[in-house]
């Protein structure tokens, strides 16, 4: 079984992600900064309890995100799911000195409850599924900021290996299939992915849709 993908020439002389990270910042002065930059940024914002950190996505880091978005949704609409898709919305709560702002994030289960509206997950439920891809190192344990937020499923994927992490009793733990997708193997995956690099996106989302339909539980 596959277990990673081979690293791609881009991602071993290109750099996928530039980052800054301030300490001691407090909870205003990063609500201040959000509201300064706005929602069209480059860069994802993410706070961690007085920790700052400002990340701009580059080319290796944008095409495996913007291609595992796709499949994700691709699943849910071909399995006949719900979703109500966020990409890097913010979230964030006060409370806990939170925020992040994913790669992805969806409304798959709890989708119904979130249709039509804003969502402001200090009185939401947090979304279902989150996804980042995290190929430098970051200063911030994401693993558990997003379990502080509640998130139930995290994929992080690092340019070769797809982590799958279930939230259980307020952790993460890794598990080999995804829980909203249990019929999926993560072969396919990473598939999928290396497809796109080959063939061509386009061509890899005609074959994994046909293998989908050929897959997908009755």
């Not at 991602?11 to 996928?16: F, G, I, L, Q, Y």
């Not at 499949?71 to 006949?80: A, G, P, R, Y």
């Not at 139930?152 to 799958?164: M, Q, Y």
Request: overall charge negative.
């Amino acid at each position: 079984m596959q277990t990673q993908l081979p690293v791609a020439e881009t991602t071993k002389t290109m750099p996928a992600e530039q980052r800054l990270t301030l300490n001691n910042v407090s909870w205003d002065t990063y609500e201040k900064i959000l509201d300064a930059f706005g929602e069209h940024r480059a860069a994802h914002i993410t706070y961690d309890e007085g920790v700052l950190e400002f990340m701009v996505p580059l080319e290796a880091h944008e095409n495996p995100s913007e291609a595992l978005g796709s499949m994700i949704f691709n699943l849910v609409v071909d399995c006949d799911l719900t979703i109500k898709s966020m990409a890097s919305t913010t979230l964030r709560r006060k409370q806990l000195q939170k925020g992040a702002e994913p790669d992805k994030c969806f409304y798959i289960q709890n989708e119904p409850l979130v249709r039509g509206k804003t969502v402001d997950i200090e009185k939401d439920p947090p979304p279902d599924l989150v996804m980042e891809v995290d190929i430098t190192h970051s200063d911030i344990n994401k693993n558990a900021l997003y379990a502080k937020l509640g998130i139930p499923e995290f994929w992080r994927f690092n340019g070769e290996t797809l982590r799958i992490l279930q939230l259980k009793d307020g952790q993460y733990q890794e598990v080999e299939v995804s829980p909203t997708f249990p019929w999926l193997d993560k072969k396919v995956i990473y598939g999928y992915l290396e497809e796109c690099r080959s063939l061509g996106e386009a061509q890899a989302m005609r074959n994994f849709r046909k293998w989908l339909q050929e897959n997908k539980p009755s």
